[in-house]
């Protein structure tokens, strides 16, 4: 009886042993875990830095191709004014008749834009028309959801109205959660 009895404490103790081996490494798979999921909340927010630094250079490189194409339009707005100006003295000095004859020769049309010029301006107009009209939308649909009461809503397009009262209810959402719970 002493034997199984010391057999049963023997085994109880590697059980408890077994118990609190077992505790530690949950305790230090849970640590682990805990460590892991910092590590990756710190990587998504080194990413999302530099996704921001890379929009911003972006955002910089814009602004300077920007600066230089109203700068190139206003070039080409001057050479086309000096261009008509030219024309007319043309017109004037040899008649419309033998005007156009000369003209005639020369490569180019006489006063249309140059066909480059009219590819390129196409180009930017298919590029920023969409963006501006984005733009446009959003700032409607912001202005009439912070409208009193959200009553210029029902002013906006049909599809922007669902919009705007998505937006009416984010903004009444964010100034419920901005107020003192006592207030």
């Known amino acids: 009886m002493s034997a199984l009895e010391e057999e049963r404490r023997e085994r109880e103790g590697r059980l408890s042993l077994a118990v609190r081996t077992q505790e530690d490494l949950e305790r230090h798979l849970e ?5 892991l999921a910092r590590a990756e909340a710190e990587a998504a927010l080194e990413a999302f830095k530099a996704a921001l630094e890379d929009r ?16 190139r339009l206003q070039d080409f707005d001057a050479a086309q004014e000096r261009a008509e100006n030219a024309w007319q003295a043309v017109l004037l000095s040899h008649g419309p008749s033998e005007a156009r004859a000369a003209a005639a020769e020369l490569p180019g049309g006489l006063l249309t834009q140059h066909g480059v010029f009219a590819e390129a301006l196409a180009l930017l107009i298919e590029n920023v028309n969409p963006r501006a ?3 446009f939308e959003r700032n409607l649909i ?9 009553n210029d809503i029902s002013n906006l397009p049909t599809h922007l109205q669902g919009l705007a009262r998505a937006r009416y209810f984010a903004i009444a959402r964010e100034g419920r959660r901005g107020r003192p719970k006592d207030a």
């Open 56 to 71: 911003d250079i972006a955002a910089e490189a814009f602004a300077a191709a920007a600066e230089s194409v109203a700068l």
């Open 31 to 35: 640590k682990k875990r805990e460590e």
């Open 142 to 150: 912001e202005a009439a959801a912070r409208s009193p009461l959200g």
């Open 133 to 135: 009209d984005d733009e």
